[in-house]
T-cell receptor, first 111, second 112 residues
């Protein structure tokens, strides 16, 4: 079955540094992959989508890579701020208009 | 103001009772989804609907039911057959030609 792996341990970094989160998937080849941000007690919010034919996508301080050979996506936040503290979810496509979500990685940015 | 609304935010029920969670969207989206989120687990798909009057089971549909009589509404009923109903429930929608999902604020259901 399709499996999505994100680091379950929280990532602690200092303000101003670059945060890098990893998403690994197995047993299928998604046409695209999405990243979401989720704050405690709230619904996820869409951040970025990257397609299988794109190696890299950027949006302001965010950068996503997609390596279909390694079956891995990396999510980077540069010049991180305390307001970036949240849980980040990886969601590869699973079929028409369907996604499969990872468990998420919690990011903590300290001042 | 466009978006998805879920109500109520918190819901408490006694074991053995059915309960219906509301989800409404004014984004004119065709597709709607229900997910369940438990601590340490990813979002798990309960039911989804790609068009009015049609819906499909997701990965954990047992003990749940849905209806899609209107484009903007997709209520979820948690029945007494659901063994572990206490969870955070999230509703989402997406446009046919778009790929991102827009989520509501969620309903936290506690069954005792």
């Amino acid at each position: 079955s399709q499996k999505i792996e994100q680091n379950s341990e929280a990532l602690n970094i200092q303000e101003g540094k670059t945060a890098t989160l990893t998403c690994n998937y197995t047993n299928y080849s998604p046409a695209y992959l999405q990243w979401y941000r989720q704050d405690p007690g709230r619904g996820p919010v869409f951040l970025l989508l990257i397609r299988e034919n794109e190696k890299e996508k950027r949006k302001e301080r965010l950068k996503v890579t997609f390596d279909t050979t390694l079956k891995q996506s990396l999510f980077h936040i540069t010049a991180s701020q305390p307001a970036d503290s949240a849980t980040y979810l990886c969601a590869p496509r699973r079929g028409f208009q369907k996604l499969v979500f990872g468990t998420g990685t919690r990011l903590l940015v300290s001042p | 103001d466009g978006g998805i609304t879920q109500s109520p935010k918190y819901l408490f029920r006694k074991e053995g009772q059915n309960v219906t969670l509301s989800c409404e969207q004014n984004l004119n989206h065709d597709a709607m989804y229900w997910y369940r989120q438990d601590p340490g687990q990813g979002l798990r798909l309960i039911y989804y609907s790609q068009i009015v009057n049609d819906f499909q089971k997701g990965d954990i549909a047992e003990g749940y039911s849905v209806s899609r009589e209107k484009k903007e509404s997709f209520p979820l009923t948690v029945t007494s057959a659901q063994k572990n109903p206490t969870a955070f429930y999230l509703c989402a929608s997406s446009d046919r030609d778009d790929y991102e999902q827009y989520f509501g604020p969620g309903t936290r259901l506690t069954v005792t």
